[in-house]
Every structure is written in structure tokens, then in C-alpha cells.
RNA sequence: GCGUCGGUGGCGGAGCGGUCAAUCGCAUCUGGCUGUAAACCAGACGGCCCAUGGCCUACGGGGGUUCGAAUCCCUCCCGACGCA
């Protein structure tokens, strides 16, 4: 089991500075977590996530390992840091959030965001598009649990809460989460508190499962985090805190998708009334901004696929141009560094054309280098952010990097 | 020199009498990606304009047939192959 220590506070009351210690290891707070679904940091070598990014732990997915190579296979390995030479810390996420996606969630999500600006200002309509049912994809969620259609081959699979459990112990990360229902955010307030319901129900029998597991396994390495769900809705957020806090969990994961506007508020408010002295990962975030104000929210940990993502499609995050896209025909003649500003291994040893050039030429590299690069760039932010938290210089460093990413 | 096949937008390559400013792929340009069905997806891609429409210039060059030609005919130029 982890042990948390808060090590420095902001004036507003949530924000901290900490320190997570797990048997694979100790993760010093606010801190980005890479992701690396498939027990891999898509194209960066393990220990170039160590040595390059500066990375302290990594996070992998439930639902996709369990499908290849499957479960056994991780354990046998001997557990998810060991299979993939990772030596530091682990996170599973449970799977809840492919229930989401598979559904065609984050289809939806963008089709109801395109219709909600063409219905403007109109909040009839609006509510009428947030209101409209999602067309069932590859997987569907009932009380019990969830049932998914495999990405690879389309066999049907059951994940129930204690299925989850099950699959996240033979994985072995350091710490686990439990399964949760993620609703979209433009869900009306009823299908939230459903799916907070649910989640809680959920929870609470991942618990017991837990328990279960680590008695029979004789084990206290596995940490579990329970998911607050609740959407953009305050009293549902609260409540689902609440509910969830009041568990017997070593952390929390504060889950959903969201809304640019909606997220720092959506966090704020669940951190009021989760227990302090636990641990707090913000599931899916997020971008420079979105980490700031997250750490000013009371989160501790975060992970999210932007990095790794965008560096693959060719973006690249800078401190003082906002965010680039190398393949802009501009950059194939620059011979300056991606951003001055960072001290990174891809920023120190290479040029904006040769990344160019690599994007142009389909070369793999490209995606290697700007991936170092982006996820350097959000470890980085949140070790800065540390620091500035430690040092009491927390808003001014924050006013500094909102306005340079501004720019 | 004779014969055959061919010359289409940056490239490859469809179309073979009207619905063609011309399918498609590549390249190019620009967007978008937040717990990874994503090394992906989307849009633009002859020029101009009083722009859900209109006008010009275009399918090797020139000429013709036709109400109408990238599509048919003649001729010239160029290419590949075959025979001399």
C-alpha cells in the first residue's frame, strides 16, 4: 500500500505538493504520468522515458492488456514494470473509460460540441441535443458491469467490477483503479446521477474484491483508487466525492471528460470534499493549461494521451509559440531548435527541419523525438510547478506560463 | 523510314461525344486531436468574381466534324515498343 505525504500547500487550500511512495518506488507531486496503453509509451523506449523525459511512473489500460497479450501473460512476466522495463511505479486504468469510447462516446461527444455551437445560444435546443442517446459501438454498460466487442477480432467480453479487479492484479501496477461509469459531459443531470449511482455501487465492490485478492495473495504492494464521476453538475460532483472519499481507499481518480471550461471548477469542488491526506489523479489531463489548473485544484497526478498523440500527428508543444505543427512548411527550412526554451534531449541535439524532415518522410524517428519532447515538456511543467509550490511562488509562476502559452 | 500503342491538372493514372474544371491515389497546403479503436482524422488543392451562383483558361500543338469534343477525323510534334 502507498504512503502519502503532503509536503506543501497553496493559500486557496487544495493545492499541494507531495510525495507518493510505492513499492516500485517514490512519485513527488504535482506529477505527469505518461501514458502507455498497451505496456508501451507508444514509440519511446522505456528508458528513454526514465532518462530523456524524466518521467516517475507510467500508466497503462486494463481493457487492452487484458485483450493482448492478456492477463496471465502479465503476470507470468512477473507484472506490468517488469514486462515492460519499466522499473518505477505503475498505474492500471480499470476499463471504465473504453466503455465510454467504445460506446462511440467521444464521437458523440464531438458531434453534440459541433451541434451545440450551431444551436448557438439556443439552450432548448441544446438541452435536446445532450439529451439525444448514444448509438451503441463496441461496448455497453448495465448495472453489472460492461460488455465490450474486442478491437481486435470483435469477441465478446464481460468486465464486471470484480473482473476488473481480477485482471488488474495479475497486471500488478502499483496502483489500480476501480471500474467506473464515464458519461459524456453534455449528459443531462439524470443520466449523471445514474452513472454516479452505478459508479458508486461499483466501487464499493471493487473494494471488497480488492480486500479479497491482496488477502488471499498476501500482498499490501497494490494500491486501489476509487473514480468520482458527476459530470459538470456541482451537487452530483460533491456528492460523488463524498460517497467515494468516505471508502476505504488509498487514493482517488477524478474521471470523467470534460468540457474546456468545465474541468478546473469540476475539480475544485471534488477535492473540497475528498479526504486531504490521500492521494488525487486526474484521469485524462491534460494539456499545459489544464495541468496547471489542476494542481491550483487540488489534483496531484496526471495522465493523459495529448503528449504522446499530438507528437505523433506532428504537434509539438512550445513555451512561447503555443503549440506547433512541425509538417507547417514554414519549419522545413528552420534550423533553430524546436522551442529554445526547453532542455530536452530532442530540443538540445536536434533542428526544426530535420524534425520536418522526418515528419515529411514518414521517418518513425519524428514521432520518437517529439514525443520526448512533449512529454518532457508536461513532467517538466509539473516539477515546476512543484517547486514553485514548495517555494510559495505558485501564482506567479502560474500567471507566467498561462500567459506564455497564450502567446 | 514503316508499323503499333500512347501523350489528361506537381506526379501516377481514370474518363473515351453532353450530367467534365475532369473519378481516384500520391504530393502539396491548412485544421483538429485531453483516463489511445488515433504514426490518425478532416478540409482545400486551374484562375477570377457582385460567389449555395457566374465568368475565363485548360485534357501535347494546329485544323476540322458536330447544336455540343478530353472523348470522333486530319495533320504536326514528342515518347515507348516492333520491323527495317
Known amino acids: 500500500m502507498l504512503k502519502f505525504t503532503i509536503e506543501g500547500r497553496l493559500a486557496n487550500g487544495r493545492g499541494r505538493a507531495g510525495r507518493i511512495e510505492t513499492a516500485h518506488g517514490v512519485i513527488e507531486t504535482p506529477a505527469f504520468i505518461p501514458v502507455g496503453t498497451k505496456a508501451t509509451v ?4 522505456p528508458e528513454s522515458v526514465r532518462d530523456d523525459v524524466g518521467a516517475q511512473a507510467v500508466l497503462a489500460n ?8 492478456g492477463p496471465e501473460i502479465l503476470r507470468k512476466a512477473g507484472g506490468l514494470g517488469r514486462f515492460m522495463n519499466w522499473k518505477g511505479p505503475t498505474f ?12 462511440g462516446g467521444m464521437q458523440a461527444m464531438r458531434a453534440s460540441k459541433f451541434a451545440k455551437e450551431a444551436a448557438g445560444t439556443d439552450k432548448e435546443a441544446a438541452e435536446d441535443i445532450s439529451d439525444q442517446p448514444i448509438a451503441a459501438g463496441l461496448a455497453a454498460v448495465d ?12 469477441s465478446t467480453h464481460r468486465f464486471t467490477p470484480e473482473a476488473s479487479i481480477d485482471i488488474q492484479h495479475a497486471i500488478g501496477a502499483d496502483i489500480i483503479f476501480t ?4 458519461a459524456p459531459p453534455s449528459a443531462i443531470h439524470e443520466a449523471q446521477k445514474k452513472a454516479i449511482d452505478r459508479t458508486h455501487v461499483w466501487a464499493e465492490r471493487c473494494v471488497t474484491h480488492h480486500k479479497k485478492l491482496s488477502n488471499e495473495e498476501r500482498s499490501t504492494d497494490q494500491s486501489l483508487f476509487g473514480i468520482v464521476q458527476g459530470g459538470r453538475h456541482e451537487d452530483l460532483r ?19 471528460t470534460f468540457e474546456k471550461e468545465d474541468m478546473a471548477s469540476a475539480v475544485g469542488w471534488v477535492c473540497d ?12 489531463i491534460g494539456e499545459p493549461a489544464d495541468l496547471i489548473l489542476g494542481i491550483e485544484n487540488g489534483a496531484d497526478t496526471f495522465d493523459c494521451v495529448a503528449p504522446t498523440r499530438l507528437a505523433r500527428n506532428a504537434a509539438a508543444y512550445t513555451s512561447a509559440e503555443g503549440r506547433l505543427n512541425i509538417l507547417n512548411a514554414r519549419f522545413v527550412t528552420d534550423f533553430g531548435p524546436l522551442d529554445p526554451h526547453c532542455s530536452c534531449s530532442t530540443c538540445k541535439n536536434y533542428t526544426r ?3 520536418a524532415h522526418l515528419f515529411r518522410a514518414k521517418e518513425m524517428l519524428g514521432a520518437t523525438l517529439l514525443s520526448i519532447h512533449n512529454l518532457h515538456f508536461l513532467v517538466e511543467l509539473t516539477k515546476e510547478a512543484r517547486k514553485a509550490i514548495l517555494e510559495g511562488s505558485f501564482d506567479i509562476f502560474k500567471k507566467k506560463v498561462l500567459s506564455d502559452l497564450k502567446s
Open 42 to 45: 507508444k514509440a519511446v523506449m
Open 62 to 69: 486494463t481493457y487492452h492488456l487484458y485483450l493482448q497479450p
Open 92 to 103: 492500471t486504468d480499470s476499463g471504465g473509460f473504453q466503455a465510454f469510447s467504445l460506446q
Open 143 to 154: 448495472d453489472d458491469g460492461v460488455t465490450f466487442k474486442s478491437i481486435l477480432d470483435g
Open 179 to 182: 471500474l467506473d461509469e464515464c
Open 238 to 256: 460533491r456528492e460523488s466525492a463524498r460517497a467515494i472519499g468516505a471508502m476505504d481507499f488509498d487514493g482517488f481518480g477524478i474521471g470523467g
Open 273 to 284: 470534499e475528498l479526504p486531504e491526506g490521500k492521494p488525487r489523479h486526474l484521469l485524462g
Open 353 to 355: 527541419a530535420y524534425l
